[in-house]
């Protein structure tokens, strides 16, 4: 099928990266370690903080780092070449295609999720496991659980990273606009800090934003946080805004091609 | 950091000083685009306070250090890291400059090639981490309760002299790599944004030898760490000796020769391999 | 003292290559060896030959960037390696494939900071600036972006920086590559008039013959590192024992034309191509031709220095061009 060869060649691409891989493997493990020790300094003052003990934190800390580059937190994605794309013009050749423009991306975005997961998401678990006692699944059906729900964080930060790229078609300096979705990414995410830390009434807030789909909802699949229906509720959550992004995506696409017609590229 | 062949530094300085201007006043055409991205980078480098504000409604103190006090280590080492990036922050594009030829058409001019590196794409809207790293200061010093005499003022301010000075010896040094391996930023990071993060946070949350790393072999303890415990009047956690406290100067100095000898041996490197 | 002066200078690098599935072996290139020449003030210089001669290290070393491995190099009376930065005061370099302009700053900008970081005299400055902006056509450009800018208009606004500090000798590294024909005649004018005004000399590398022809009295050609040929251009053409044609259109076809001094190189039709050596003058071959045959047209060719060039080339340094008592010092 197209889509699956559009997501296989995206993946061929990004495994070109190898330096970049290993060196940004290296920044994640370093990270990793020192907010592992600042993670064991609050859990030793609070031992149940934000409903989790010690390993849950420093697990969360590791699967965290590792799913910065496959969720693409801020950038990385194929939404990159979208922009650029819209820049020079180049976008009009992608919307005449006969092929789903959202799809096209979306397909690429898997793809090189795909090579981030396999090497940026295993290698800092797997040196944080080595480093610090973190905690693993039992069940096979978690990991499962977890794969899948990586995956559709992946379609909702696309899904946002899309709509920012897309603002190139009427905003000349993205610079704003790139830098106000990176802060929003970084914090609602839960990067700087688990999101079940945060007191209510802010918890219930931001557990309810697009963000958490990135890697709290994960997370928690993993460390058992959610289960039973708490997983599945998790993952329509998840899918949830997935459907409302790339509807909101598909129409600003709409708005766009009109534009693009009419000024001609 | 003068190259070898004949410019002075006060030449440097002040070429430096002309080519930052061009660049602050190129982006102050673009006014808005420059505001929002001065104010992105406040907040972007400032949440890491706000997870330390989210960590500590679920807990009183860290490593054995209230709010207050952290709030003075965040400071001081978000202000010397500010400072430096927006000095010598640019230096870590040295490896693109090589690449592209620029650096040969740096070295055709009657100014030093570090300084020139260092100006290149001068980016004042790094202010947006001092400012947050100096409003982060101000208020730890009205909270936390600081016995305030001549000898620690002077230290306030050797503090931030020579914690600037040990970043921006780390920034050169992780540049001067470059001139081998064009891979060397992202690890340089690791000990400059690396270290910044590390000393965010009292280091009594860290295991003894890492406390003797970043204090002999990365000496970014020096940055802050050192001098709170002057400051602030903490008896050392580690029971490492007293006069560590006053040894930041030492570290400045050890870290800025060694960056300057390797830019050196890296230019002349450069110009026996013409790569 | 010749305003440069380079002896016996080589330049040797060891490059590490793999040989085999884990072994490396290192080679040893030699880009540049043992070179001598002297160039006097006011000279206009071709420097050419086939890409990884030499030329671009050389021009390195004169400049002070790369420093040699062994010789004397002196340009100006100063030692580029030792003093690179006093050197730069008196040289202007202009990179062919990258600018030394500030990308995203305007023209007018990269020159004021070019000002300031030379120290030019605000009044020279100015003067010189007048100058270039009208022979280079740079008066609409001032305030358009570096990175906006057409690549003949870029070169354009890189020579002039390049001068704007009169420097005494002006060092251009493939100026007119990728540039349309009628910029390139422009740019040529502009660097003959710079060296007729203002006295500086021009050390020029170039893949493009038609440079050499137009500005250079002087050629000198280095291959696999070694000067293979140093002197005038006229001189490269007894060279490569190159030919002129004389293109004889007959009125009738006939068999190929015989006369002494000349040979028959094509026939096609009435048409005949005769050669003769080049430094023979055509009057006699041509007074021949119309004594025994009806001409109905005639025309001369000079000969092409590209293969001229070619020739030189595919000798390579064999010493020949030594053996003419062109070249200080015997065959190596």
Excluded at chain 1, 88 to 112: C, E, H, K, M
Excluded at chain 3, 67 to 74: A, D, K
Excluded at chain 3, 96 to 114: E, N, V
Aim: neutral net charge; aromatic residues 10%; charged residues 15%.
């Amino acid at each position: 099928m197209l889509y699956v060869a559009v997501a296989l060649s995206s993946f061929r691409r990004y495994s070109t990266y190898t330096a970049a891989t290993l060196a940004g493997i290296f920044t994640n493990s370093v990270f990793g370690v020192i907010i592992s020790f600042s993670y064991i300094a609050v859990w030793k003052q609070n031992p149940s903080a934000g409903g989790y003990d010690v390993t849950d934190a420093l697990t969360y800390c590791w699967l965290a780092q590792a799913m910065i580059m496959t969720v693409a937190v801020w950038n990385g994605g194929t939404t990159d070449d979208v922009a650029e794309r819209i820049r020079t013009g180049d976008v009009a050749i992608d919307l005449y295609r006969p092929v789903s423009f959202l799809g096209w991306f979306l397909a690429g975005d898997l793809g090189r999720a795909a090579y981030h997961l396999l090497t940026r998401g295993v290698a800092p678990t797997v040196i944080g496991a080595l480093l610090f006692d973190l905690r693993f699944p039992d069940h096979p059906a978690t990991y499962l659980a977890f794969l899948v729900s990586v995956g559709l964080g992946v379609v909702v930060s696309f899904g946002i990273r899309m709509l920012v790229a897309t603002s190139a078609f009427w905003l000349l300096d993205q610079s704003g606009m790139l830098a106000l979705s990176a802060v929003f990414a970084m914090f609602f995410s839960g990067l700087a800090v688990p999101l079940v830390l945060f007191p209510e009434p802010f918890r219930s807030l931001v557990l309810a934003l697009p963000w958490a789909a990135y890697m709290q909802v994960p997370i928690d699949i993993w460390l058992g946080q959610r289960h039973g229906t708490a997983v599945l509720t998790g993952l329509a959550f998840q899918a949830a805004w997935s459907a409302v992004l790339l509807l909101c995506c598909a129409a600003l696409l709409r708005f766009a091609d009109r534009k693009v017609v009419v000024h001609g590229g | 950091m003068a190259d070898r062949s004949g410019t002075r530094s006060g030449d440097d300085l002040r070429a430096f000083t002309i080519l930052a201007a061009m660049w602050i006043r190129v982006s102050w055409t673009y006014r808005t685009s420059f505001l929002v991205m001065t104010a992105a980078s406040l907040v972007i480098t400032g949440i890491d306070f706000v997870a330390i504000l989210v960590m500590f409604s679920n807990v009183d103190q860290l490593g054995g250090f209230g709010l207050g006090q952290i709030a003075f280590l965040y400071g001081a080492t978000a202000l010397c890291l500010g400072i430096g990036d927006l000095v010598v922050g640019n230096v870590e594009r040295l490896g693109r400059h090589v690449r592209l030829g620029t650096f040969d058409a740096m070295m055709v001019r009657p100014v030093g090639v570090f300084a020139q590196v260092c100006a290149n794409e001068f980016a004042l809207r790094r202010l947006g981490r001092i400012a947050q790293g100096t409003a982060v200061l101000l208020w730890s010093l009205t909270v936390a309760d600081i016995a305030w005499d001549p000898a620690r003022v002077a230290m306030l301010g050797s503090m931030v002299a020579c914690g600037t000075a040990i970043f921006v010896g780390l920034f050169v040094l992780g540049a001067a790599f470059q001139f081998v391996s064009s891979d060397a930023s992202e690890v340089a990071n690791a000990f400059t944004y690396g270290g910044n993060t590390m000393t965010q946070y009292p280091l009594t949350i860290y295991p003894t030898e890492v406390v003797k790393a970043l204090t002999f072999l990365v000496p970014v303890a020096f940055v802050n760490w050192y001098p709170a415990l002057f400051i602030l009047d903490f008896p050392d956690p580690f029971g490492l000796p007293g006069w560590l406290r006053f040894a930041a100067p030492v570290a400045a100095v050890v870290v800025c020769s060694l960056a300057a000898l390797a830019w050196r041996a890296g230019v002349r490197r450069y110009r026996s391999t013409g790569s | 003292m010749a305003l440069i002066e380079v002896q016996d200078l080589a330049r040797t690098f060891t490059v590490r290559r793999k040989a085999g599935r884990l072994r490396r072996t290192t080679d040893l290139v030699h880009a540049v060896r043992d070179l001598s020449f002297t160039v006097e003030r006011g000279e206009m210089v071709g420097y050419i030959g086939p890409n990884g001669a030499g030329k671009s290290t050389t021009i390195k070393m004169l400049t002070g960037i790369l420093v040699p491995t062994s010789g004397r190099l002196s340009v100006a009376g100063i030692d580029p390696s030792r003093h690179r930065v006093e050197l730069t005061r008196r040289i202007g370099v202009v990179f062919g494939q990258r600018t030394t302009l500030w990308w995203d700053l305007p023209l007018r900008d990269s020159f004021d900071l070019l000002r300031r970081i030379y120290r030019v005299d605000t009044d020279r400055h100015r003067r010189n600036l007048a100058e270039f902006t009208e022979l280079l056509g740079l008066g609409d450009l001032m305030d358009t972006p570096v990175r906006q800018l057409s690549l003949g208009q870029r070169m354009r606004g890189d020579i002039a920086a390049a001068l704007l500090h009169d420097p005494e000798i002006l060092y251009l590294d493939e100026p007119t590559i990728g540039l349309d024909v009628v910029s390139k005649g422009r740019l040529r004018e502009f660097l003959r008039t710079v060296n007729a005004e203002r006295d500086v000399t021009l050390l020029l590398t170039t893949h493009d013959l038609q440079d050499i022809e137009q500005l250079c009295s002087r050629v000198m050609v280095i291959d696999h590192g070694s000067l293979v040929y140093d002197g005038t251009l006229g001189g490269l053409h007894d060279e490569g024992s190159s030919s002129r044609t004389l293109v004889v259109d007959l009125v009738d076809e006939a068999p190929p034309i015989d006369v002494p001094g000349a040979q028959v190189a094509k026939v096609e039709g009435p048409r005949q191509w005769l050669t003769f050596p080049a430094g023979a003058s055509a009057a006699p071959v041509v007074a021949a031709v119309a004594a025994s045959y009806d001409v109905a047209d005639l025309s001369i060719q000079e000969p092409d220095i590209e293969d001229v060039i070619r020739q030189i080339y595919s000798r390579g340094f064999s010493g020949m061009s030594q053996s003419k008592g062109l070249l200080p010092g015997g065959p190596t």
